[in-house]
């Protein structure tokens, strides 16, 4: 179960160190999706349309279970793994990292893309801003009013707030919880109404 992954808060582009003439410049952004992911890319060709490769790998998912990565005519897995390999080894997911490579006229051979194409992709990792996201339950809770009490002080020990509520013929609360806390704010909740309220898990 994934508690929690880390994504990129917004766009960045890194250039690294001239390698014997070639330039790789690395442009990451955030991406929810292939067609996102696919969108950027395109736009990074129209901006650096002179360059000669425009090498790119993403990771979706909050486990960055879909992925792909391509060498854009470099060797094969001398340019798109390399960059992939960063974003696993960061973490990050939920985003896109392409790497333009303006050819200087000095062939690097393929050990030689690897460290720069992984290189570009690093250092551009780690100037980005990257946050966390918490992985959360929706739980909707409803109860008579009798049992207010009881209800706002489990609330109250788990320092959590509704994120909607409704007072009509009974109380109804929508909440968000960490999905690592979840199970153990219903025994919670359970235990300090008697099970005489209602709950309801959703995603």
Request: with cysteine.
């Amino acid at each position: 179960m994934i508690e929690s992954y880390r994504i990129l808060d917004e766009p960045i582009s890194h250039e690294i160190d001239k390698i014997s003439g070639s330039r790789f410049i690395a442009d990451a952004s955030p991406a929810e999706s292939e067609e996102e992911a696919q969108a950027f890319l395109e736009a990074m060709r129209a901006k650096y349309h002179d360059a000669r490769h425009h090498c790119w790998a993403y990771r979706l998912g909050p486990g960055g279970e879909t992925w792909r990565s391509s060498d854009d005519g470099e060797p094969s897995g001398s340019a798109g793994v390399p960059i992939l390999k960063q974003l696993e080894g960061s973490e990050v997911t939920q985003l896109v990292v392409v790497v333009t490579r303006y050819f200087g006229g000095t062939k690097l051979g393929v050990g030689g893309l690897v460290r720069a194409y992984g290189s570009a992709a690093k250092e551009a990792l780690e100037r980005a801003k990257i946050r966390e996201v918490i992985v959360t339950e929706r739980v909707v809770v409803t109860h008579d009013y009798d049992l207010s009490s009881p209800v706002q002080g489990v609330l109250a020990r788990a320092g959590l707030q509704p994120t909607e509520s409704d007072y009509g013929e009974a109380v109804r609360l929508v909440l968000e919880i960490p999905i690592a806390r979840a199970d153990g704010f219903v025994r919670d909740l359970e235990e300090a109404t008697a099970a005489r309220a209602s709950i309801t898990r959703g995603d």
